[in-house]
Protein backbone atom coordinates (compact mmCIF):
# COMPACT_ATOMS: atom_id res chain seq x y z
CA UNK A 1 0.00 0.00 0.00
CA UNK A 2 1.34 3.17 -1.44
CA UNK A 3 2.33 5.76 1.79
CA UNK A 4 1.17 9.54 0.66
CA UNK A 5 2.29 12.95 1.94
CA UNK A 6 0.38 16.19 1.30
CA UNK A 7 2.83 19.26 1.16
CA UNK A 8 1.14 22.68 0.83
CA UNK A 9 2.31 24.41 -2.24
CA UNK A 10 1.78 27.57 -4.00
CA UNK A 11 -1.07 29.95 -3.69
CA UNK A 12 -2.93 27.11 -1.89
CA UNK A 13 -2.67 24.06 -3.68
CA UNK A 14 -2.07 20.89 -2.58
CA UNK A 15 1.02 18.90 -4.34
CA UNK A 16 0.71 15.27 -3.14
CA UNK A 17 3.82 12.84 -3.65
CA UNK A 18 4.23 9.30 -3.72
CA UNK A 19 7.63 7.42 -4.19
CA UNK A 20 6.65 3.91 -5.70
CA UNK A 21 8.79 1.01 -5.76
CA UNK A 22 8.19 -1.06 -9.10
CA UNK A 23 8.93 -4.58 -10.47
CA UNK A 24 10.10 -6.09 -13.52
CA UNK A 25 12.93 -7.17 -15.94
CA UNK A 26 14.08 -3.57 -16.50
CA UNK A 27 17.81 -3.21 -17.65
CA UNK A 28 20.20 -3.01 -14.66
CA UNK A 29 22.28 0.00 -13.96
CA UNK A 30 25.37 -1.28 -15.23
CA UNK A 31 23.30 -2.11 -18.72
CA UNK A 32 23.17 1.80 -19.05
CA UNK A 33 26.28 2.97 -17.73
CA UNK A 34 27.75 0.85 -20.97
CA UNK A 35 25.43 2.32 -23.55
CA UNK A 36 22.77 -0.07 -24.10
CA UNK A 37 19.98 0.75 -25.85
CA UNK A 38 16.95 -0.04 -25.15
CA UNK A 39 13.63 0.55 -27.41
CA UNK A 40 10.05 1.10 -27.12
CA UNK A 41 7.20 3.48 -27.21
CA UNK A 42 6.34 5.90 -24.45
CA UNK A 43 2.58 6.35 -23.17
CA UNK A 44 1.74 8.50 -25.72
CA UNK A 45 2.80 6.32 -28.28
CA UNK A 46 5.75 8.29 -29.25
CA UNK A 47 9.13 6.11 -30.74
CA UNK A 48 11.61 9.12 -31.09
CA UNK A 49 12.47 9.81 -27.97
CA UNK A 50 16.26 9.54 -26.75
CA UNK A 51 18.37 10.99 -24.26
CA UNK A 52 20.97 10.76 -22.18
CA UNK A 53 21.42 8.88 -18.89
CA UNK A 54 24.77 8.46 -17.15
CA UNK A 55 27.47 7.84 -20.06
CA UNK A 56 26.32 7.83 -23.53
CA UNK A 57 22.69 6.05 -22.84
CA UNK A 58 20.19 5.94 -25.56
CA UNK A 59 17.09 5.36 -23.90
CA UNK A 60 13.03 5.50 -25.08
CA UNK A 61 10.15 5.16 -22.74
CA UNK A 62 8.53 1.71 -21.85
CA UNK A 63 6.17 0.20 -24.41
CA UNK A 64 3.24 2.03 -25.55
CA UNK A 65 0.49 2.79 -23.21
CA UNK A 66 2.15 1.31 -19.90
CA UNK A 67 1.11 2.17 -17.05
CA UNK A 68 4.26 2.92 -15.08
CA UNK A 69 2.09 2.72 -11.53
CA UNK A 70 0.84 -0.78 -12.60
CA UNK A 71 4.02 -2.45 -11.31
CA UNK A 72 3.94 -1.25 -7.69
CA UNK A 73 5.03 -3.22 -5.41
CA UNK A 74 6.33 -1.68 -2.27
CA UNK A 75 6.07 2.25 -1.69
CA UNK A 76 7.83 4.89 0.55
CA UNK A 77 7.13 8.72 0.82
CA UNK A 78 8.62 11.71 -0.21
CA UNK A 79 9.32 15.19 1.62
CA UNK A 80 9.92 18.80 -0.01
CA UNK A 81 12.57 20.59 0.77
CA UNK A 82 11.14 22.46 3.48
CA UNK A 83 10.93 26.75 3.40
CA UNK A 84 12.08 29.50 5.65
CA UNK A 85 11.28 32.92 4.73
CA UNK A 86 13.47 35.91 7.10
CA UNK A 87 11.10 39.16 6.85
CA UNK A 88 12.45 42.56 7.22
CA UNK A 89 10.17 44.90 7.44
CA UNK A 90 9.73 48.29 7.50
CA UNK A 91 8.70 50.07 10.03
CA UNK A 92 9.70 53.70 8.76
CA UNK A 93 7.83 57.12 9.86
CA UNK A 94 6.33 57.18 6.07
CA UNK A 95 4.92 54.32 5.99
CA UNK A 96 2.05 55.79 7.98
CA UNK A 97 2.31 59.33 7.43
CA UNK A 98 0.40 61.79 6.44
CA UNK A 99 -2.61 59.42 7.11
CA UNK A 100 -1.03 56.87 4.29
CA UNK A 101 -2.61 52.94 4.21
CA UNK A 102 0.43 51.68 3.96
CA UNK A 103 1.31 50.19 7.16
CA UNK A 104 -2.52 49.10 8.26
CA UNK A 105 -2.54 47.43 4.85
CA UNK A 106 0.82 45.86 4.47
CA UNK A 107 0.35 44.82 8.02
CA UNK A 108 -3.60 43.32 7.76
CA UNK A 109 -2.13 41.13 4.50
CA UNK A 110 0.88 40.01 6.14
CA UNK A 111 -0.97 38.94 9.42
CA UNK A 112 -3.28 37.00 6.95
CA UNK A 113 -0.37 35.28 5.68
CA UNK A 114 1.48 34.00 8.84
CA UNK A 115 -1.78 33.07 10.00
CA UNK A 116 -3.84 30.74 7.09
CA UNK A 117 -3.82 27.20 6.69
CA UNK A 118 -2.48 27.92 3.71
CA UNK A 119 1.47 28.85 4.47
CA UNK A 120 1.30 24.94 6.75
CA UNK A 121 4.46 23.22 5.95
CA UNK A 122 6.47 26.92 5.99
CA UNK A 123 8.32 28.66 8.78
CA UNK A 124 9.24 32.23 9.07
CA UNK A 125 10.67 34.90 11.18
CA UNK A 126 9.88 38.74 11.69
CA UNK A 127 12.17 41.34 11.81
CA UNK A 128 11.37 45.26 11.60
CA UNK A 129 13.61 48.14 10.77
CA UNK A 130 14.57 50.82 12.17
CA UNK A 131 15.42 49.30 15.58
CA UNK A 132 12.17 50.27 18.16
CA UNK A 133 13.74 51.70 20.71
CA UNK A 134 16.02 53.63 18.94
CA UNK A 135 17.23 55.02 15.14
CA UNK A 136 19.86 51.85 15.37
CA UNK A 137 22.83 51.22 13.00
CA UNK A 138 24.51 48.70 14.59
CA UNK A 139 23.93 45.68 13.04
CA UNK A 140 23.15 42.80 15.59
CA UNK A 141 20.32 44.88 16.18
CA UNK A 142 18.95 43.51 13.18
CA UNK A 143 20.44 39.72 13.30
CA UNK A 144 17.71 38.57 16.25
CA UNK A 145 14.18 38.77 14.78
CA UNK A 146 11.52 39.96 16.80
CA UNK A 147 9.69 36.56 16.08
CA UNK A 148 11.99 33.65 16.04
CA UNK A 149 11.96 31.44 12.88
CA UNK A 150 8.56 29.41 13.57
CA UNK A 151 6.20 26.73 11.82
CA UNK A 152 3.62 28.76 9.64
CA UNK A 153 0.50 29.14 11.18
CA UNK A 154 1.02 31.17 13.88
CA UNK A 155 -0.84 34.28 15.55
CA UNK A 156 2.88 35.17 17.34
CA UNK A 157 3.28 37.35 14.01
CA UNK A 158 0.69 38.98 14.04
CA UNK A 159 1.01 39.81 17.93
CA UNK A 160 4.82 40.96 16.91
CA UNK A 161 2.87 43.64 13.69
CA UNK A 162 0.38 45.01 16.20
CA UNK A 163 2.25 46.18 19.02
CA UNK A 164 4.71 48.23 16.47
CA UNK A 165 4.49 52.41 15.75
CA UNK A 166 6.00 53.68 12.71
CA UNK A 167 8.82 55.82 12.74
CA UNK A 168 12.12 56.68 11.67
CA UNK A 169 14.28 56.20 8.53
CA UNK A 170 15.51 53.52 6.15
CA UNK A 171 18.39 51.83 7.44
CA UNK A 172 17.58 49.48 4.70
CA UNK A 173 21.29 48.55 4.74
CA UNK A 174 22.19 47.48 7.90
CA UNK A 175 18.82 45.92 8.34
CA UNK A 176 19.59 43.68 5.48
CA UNK A 177 22.93 43.01 7.22
CA UNK A 178 21.19 41.63 9.98
CA UNK A 179 18.37 39.38 8.02
CA UNK A 180 21.41 37.61 5.95
CA UNK A 181 23.35 37.08 8.88
CA UNK A 182 20.08 35.59 10.95
CA UNK A 183 19.08 33.51 7.84
CA UNK A 184 23.15 31.68 7.37
CA UNK A 185 22.33 30.89 11.11
CA UNK A 186 18.71 29.34 10.08
CA UNK A 187 20.56 27.64 7.00
CA UNK A 188 23.51 26.06 8.97
CA UNK A 189 20.75 24.96 11.60
CA UNK A 190 17.02 24.30 11.69
CA UNK A 191 17.24 24.98 7.62
CA UNK A 192 19.95 22.78 6.76
CA UNK A 193 17.85 20.49 4.68
CA UNK A 194 15.72 23.37 3.41
CA UNK A 195 15.53 26.45 1.04
CA UNK A 196 16.14 29.84 3.17
CA UNK A 197 15.51 33.59 1.80
CA UNK A 198 15.02 36.55 2.62
CA UNK A 199 12.19 38.75 2.12
CA UNK A 200 12.51 42.94 2.62
CA UNK A 201 9.00 44.60 2.56
CA UNK A 202 9.38 48.55 2.09
CA UNK A 203 8.43 51.41 1.15
CA UNK A 204 11.11 53.76 -0.17
CA UNK A 205 14.69 53.56 -1.00
CA UNK A 206 17.65 53.39 1.52
CA UNK A 207 17.52 56.96 3.85
CA UNK A 208 19.58 57.33 6.87
CA UNK A 209 22.21 58.53 8.85
CA UNK A 210 24.24 54.79 9.22
CA UNK A 211 26.18 55.01 5.69
CA UNK A 212 25.78 52.49 2.54
CA UNK A 213 22.45 54.90 1.59
CA UNK A 214 23.15 53.69 -2.23
CA UNK A 215 21.21 50.75 -4.41
CA UNK A 216 24.32 49.50 -5.80
CA UNK A 217 26.13 49.36 -2.13
CA UNK A 218 22.34 47.42 -1.21
CA UNK A 219 22.66 45.29 -4.31
CA UNK A 220 26.16 44.56 -3.87
CA UNK A 221 25.38 43.01 -0.26
CA UNK A 222 22.71 40.51 -1.12
CA UNK A 223 24.60 39.60 -4.61
CA UNK A 224 27.30 38.76 -2.51
CA UNK A 225 24.88 35.54 -0.89
CA UNK A 226 22.30 35.30 -4.27
CA UNK A 227 23.68 31.97 -4.82
CA UNK A 228 22.28 30.20 -1.18
CA UNK A 229 20.32 33.04 0.09
CA UNK A 230 18.11 34.96 -2.49
CA UNK A 231 15.88 37.87 -1.34
CA UNK A 232 12.71 38.91 -2.24
CA UNK A 233 11.97 42.74 -2.69
CA UNK A 234 7.91 43.82 -1.76
CA UNK A 235 8.04 47.66 -2.50
CA UNK A 236 5.17 49.51 -1.25
CA UNK A 237 4.40 53.24 -2.88
CA UNK A 238 5.18 54.76 -6.24
CA UNK A 239 8.25 55.15 -8.33
CA UNK A 240 10.21 52.60 -6.66
CA UNK A 241 11.55 50.71 -9.80
CA UNK A 242 14.80 51.26 -8.31
CA UNK A 243 14.14 48.34 -5.97
CA UNK A 244 14.11 46.06 -8.63
CA UNK A 245 17.96 46.45 -8.27
CA UNK A 246 18.02 44.89 -4.95
CA UNK A 247 15.91 41.83 -6.35
CA UNK A 248 17.73 41.34 -9.07
CA UNK A 249 21.29 41.07 -7.35
CA UNK A 250 19.39 39.12 -4.44
CA UNK A 251 18.77 36.51 -7.44
CA UNK A 252 14.97 37.31 -7.88
CA UNK A 253 14.35 39.20 -11.12
CA UNK A 254 12.46 41.61 -10.10
CA UNK A 255 10.64 43.62 -6.93
CA UNK A 256 6.82 43.16 -6.48
CA UNK A 257 5.63 46.71 -6.34
CA UNK A 258 2.61 47.68 -4.61
CA UNK A 259 1.02 50.58 -5.90
CA UNK A 260 -0.87 52.88 -3.36
CA UNK A 261 -2.80 55.22 -5.39
CA UNK A 262 -5.95 52.98 -4.84
CA UNK A 263 -6.30 52.82 -0.77
CA UNK A 264 -8.96 49.75 -1.37
CA UNK A 265 -6.65 47.62 -3.68
CA UNK A 266 -3.49 47.68 -1.71
CA UNK A 267 -4.21 44.68 0.53
CA UNK A 268 -5.10 42.44 -1.93
CA UNK A 269 -1.98 43.71 -4.13
CA UNK A 270 0.27 43.31 -1.16
CA UNK A 271 -1.39 39.80 -0.54
CA UNK A 272 -1.00 38.73 -4.34
CA UNK A 273 3.08 40.01 -3.84
CA UNK A 274 3.25 37.58 -1.19
CA UNK A 275 1.68 34.75 -2.66
CA UNK A 276 4.18 35.21 -5.30
CA UNK A 277 6.52 34.93 -3.19
CA UNK A 278 5.48 32.06 -1.46
CA UNK A 279 4.91 29.93 -4.75
CA UNK A 280 8.77 30.70 -5.89
CA UNK A 281 10.38 30.16 -2.67
CA UNK A 282 8.36 26.88 -2.88
CA UNK A 283 10.73 24.26 -4.21
CA UNK A 284 10.24 21.42 -6.94
CA UNK A 285 13.25 19.31 -5.06
CA UNK A 286 12.31 15.85 -2.86
CA UNK A 287 14.26 13.47 -0.89
CA UNK A 288 14.75 10.08 -1.77
CA UNK A 289 14.46 8.46 0.92
CA UNK A 290 15.86 4.93 1.82
CA UNK A 291 14.94 1.90 -0.26
CA UNK A 292 12.24 -0.01 0.92
CA UNK A 293 12.72 -3.14 2.79
CA UNK A 294 14.45 -6.13 0.25
CA UNK A 295 14.53 -2.91 -2.23
CA UNK A 296 18.41 -1.77 -3.70
CA UNK A 297 17.86 1.75 -5.09
CA UNK A 298 19.05 2.21 -8.81
CA UNK A 299 19.27 5.14 -9.93
CA UNK A 300 18.43 4.33 -13.39
CA UNK A 301 15.02 2.80 -12.50
CA UNK A 302 13.15 6.04 -11.62
CA UNK A 303 10.72 8.20 -13.38
CA UNK A 304 9.12 11.25 -12.32
CA UNK A 305 5.11 11.44 -13.22
CA UNK A 306 3.02 14.87 -12.71
CA UNK A 307 -1.16 14.67 -12.80
CA UNK A 308 -2.62 17.70 -12.72
CA UNK A 309 -5.49 18.47 -10.89
CA UNK A 310 -8.60 17.05 -13.18
CA UNK A 311 -6.26 15.77 -15.55
CA UNK A 312 -4.85 12.69 -16.79
CA UNK A 313 -0.85 11.96 -16.13
CA UNK A 314 1.99 12.76 -17.93
CA UNK A 315 5.25 11.19 -17.32
CA UNK A 316 8.20 13.56 -16.88
CA UNK A 317 11.42 13.05 -19.04
CA UNK A 318 14.62 12.33 -17.35
CA UNK A 319 17.14 15.78 -18.21
CA UNK A 320 19.96 16.09 -16.13
CA UNK A 321 21.82 18.87 -17.87
CA UNK A 322 17.92 20.58 -17.40
CA UNK A 323 18.52 21.89 -21.35
CA UNK A 324 15.65 23.70 -22.31
CA UNK A 325 13.99 24.12 -18.93
CA UNK A 326 12.28 20.80 -18.61
CA UNK A 327 12.39 17.14 -17.28
CA UNK A 328 13.93 16.59 -14.45
CA UNK A 329 17.19 15.99 -12.81
CA UNK A 330 19.25 14.62 -9.83
CA UNK A 331 21.04 16.78 -7.54
CA UNK A 332 23.90 14.79 -8.51
CA UNK A 333 24.04 12.04 -11.11
CA UNK A 334 26.21 9.79 -9.66
CA UNK A 335 25.60 9.94 -6.15
CA UNK A 336 22.27 10.81 -6.20
CA UNK A 337 19.82 11.75 -3.08
CA UNK A 338 17.38 14.20 -4.26
CA UNK A 339 15.26 14.33 -7.22
CA UNK A 340 14.75 18.04 -8.93
CA UNK A 341 12.47 19.39 -11.35
CA UNK A 342 13.93 21.61 -13.97
CA UNK A 343 13.10 25.54 -14.01
CA UNK A 344 9.98 25.16 -16.68
CA UNK A 345 8.84 21.85 -15.42
CA UNK A 346 8.47 23.20 -11.94
CA UNK A 347 6.52 26.71 -12.66
CA UNK A 348 4.06 24.18 -14.77
CA UNK A 349 3.72 22.26 -11.77
CA UNK A 350 3.18 24.93 -9.29
CA UNK A 351 0.84 26.55 -12.33
CA UNK A 352 -1.27 22.86 -12.84
CA UNK A 353 -1.14 22.14 -9.04
CA UNK A 354 -2.27 17.97 -8.66
CA UNK A 355 0.31 15.86 -7.41
CA UNK A 356 3.77 14.37 -8.58
CA UNK A 357 4.31 10.56 -8.32
CA UNK A 358 8.25 9.41 -8.68
CA UNK A 359 8.13 5.50 -9.63
CA UNK A 360 10.95 3.46 -8.63
CA UNK A 361 11.98 0.18 -10.53
CA UNK A 362 10.96 1.07 -13.90
CA UNK A 363 13.65 1.43 -16.46
CA UNK A 364 13.96 5.39 -16.53
CA UNK A 365 11.97 7.28 -19.54
CA UNK A 366 13.90 9.94 -21.41
CA UNK A 367 13.09 12.05 -24.37
CA UNK A 368 14.06 14.57 -26.93
CA UNK A 369 15.86 17.41 -25.55
CA UNK A 370 15.38 20.21 -27.10
Given at each position: ??????L??????????????????D?S????????????????????????????????A???GT?????????????????YL?F??D?????????????????AA??A??????????S????????????????????T?????????????????D??????G??????????I????G??T????????????????????????????????L????A????????????A?S???????????????????????????????????????????????P?????????????????T?????????????A????????????????????????C??????????????G???????V?
Amino acid sequence: MSMRSKLSFGLGSTLLVTLVACGGADPSLSDFNKGTKHTGTDPGGDTTGSGTLGSGTKTTAPGAGTDLAACATQSASAEARPVYLVFMFDRSGSMASNGSPKWASAKAASKAFFESADSKGMSASLSFFPDQTDYSCNVPDYATPRVSMAALPSPSFGQSLDIEIPGGGTPTYQALQGAISYAQGVATGQGKDGKVAVVLVTDGLPDSGCGNTSISSVKSLVSGVAATLPTYVIGVGSALSNLNEIAVGGGTTNALIVPVDNPTQIQADFTKAINQIKASALTCDYKIPAAPSGETFDHAKVNVQHTPTGAAASTLTYNQACTGGTGWQYDDASNPTRILLCGGTCDGVKAKAGKVDILFGCATQTGPVK
